[in-house]
T-cell receptor, first 116, second 117 residues
Framework: AQSVTQLGSHVSVSEGALVLLRCNYS??????LFWYVQYPNQGLQLLLK??????LVKGINGFEAEFKKSETSFHLTKPSAHMSDAAEYFC??????????????FGKGTKLSVIP | GAVVSQHPSRVICKSGTSVKIECRSL??????MFWYRQFPKQSLMLMAT?????????EQGVEKDKFLINHASLTLSTLTVTSAHPEDSSFYIC?????????????FGPGTRLTVL
């Protein structure tokens, strides 16, 4: 079984400040980990993914995340927030391989607000 | 990148009627597609896995007779909400994995907002 916990349903940062969105996972098998972004009334867009290669993963729009197995974490960061980063962010996990490997389990999401 | 479309983007219907939502993979074939529903300010909950040429697999608690899924071709899956009720109002999102190349990557449709009056 897999689960994802996102700490903080709502995070506010000032424009230009560091963005840190937290994600912890639970998985009985080695996982793949993902961060998705959702803008209002739209589907999900993949920001980045961890697939057992480098533990520090760089994604689009300046975001990156680090897989820490010892902490079962996959926190999302961006050095400097931009107004366009305001959106809902979802962390997700899937099994690495085998039946159901495509199935994603999502966290509850974190809404990021950027204050001018 | 791969594109998944959904139609319609928004639908309003009367209680008791049925609504069909289409999910298409525009530039790749998808033997598997996933259907999610998302309530306001909540996460995506997997409803079912749509399999081309075979029956869909439903998650626990999802009524298969109410949410009919048909994966008619390698690029099209449909979700029909039968005898819709106001509690079925939600945002429905489909996704499809790009198998064979990036097996870990899913592409999501833009979603369908269903409002049942």
């Amino acid at each position: 079984a897999q689960s994802v916990t996102q700490l903080g349903s709502h995070v506010s940062v000032s424009e230009g400040a560091l963005v840190l969105l937290r994600c912890n996972y639970s998985s009985s098998v080695p996982p793949y980990l993902f961060w998705y972004v959702q803008y209002p009334n739209q589907g999900l867009q993949l920001l980045l993914k961890y697939t057992s290669a480098a533990t520090l993963v760089k994604g689009i729009n300046g975001f990156e995340a680090e897989f820490k197995k010892s902490e079962t974490s996959f926190h999302l960061t961006k050095p400097s927030a931009h107004m366009s980063d305001a959106a809902e962010y979802f962390c997700a996990v899937s099994p690495q391989a085998g039946a159901g490997s495509y199935q994603l389990t999502f966290g509850k999401g974190t809404k990021l607000s950027v204050i001018p | 990148g791969a594109v998944v479309s959904q139609h319609p983007s928004r639908v309003i219907c009367k209680s008791g009627t049925s609504v069909k939502i289409e999910c298409r993979s525009l530039d790749f074939q998808a033997t598997t597609m996933f259907w999610y529903r998302q309530f306001p300010k909540q996460s995506l909950m997997l409803m079912a896995t749509s399999n081309e040429g075979s029956k869909a697999t439903y998650e626990q608690g999802v009524e298969k007779d109410k949410f009919l899924i048909n994966h008619a071709s390698l690029t099209l899956s449909t979700l029909t909400v039968t005898s819709a009720h106001p509690e079925d109002s939600s945002f429905y999102i489909c996704s499809a994995p790009l198998a064979g190349v990036h097996t870990d990557t899913q592409y999501f449709g833009p979603g369908t907002r269903l409002t049942v009056l």
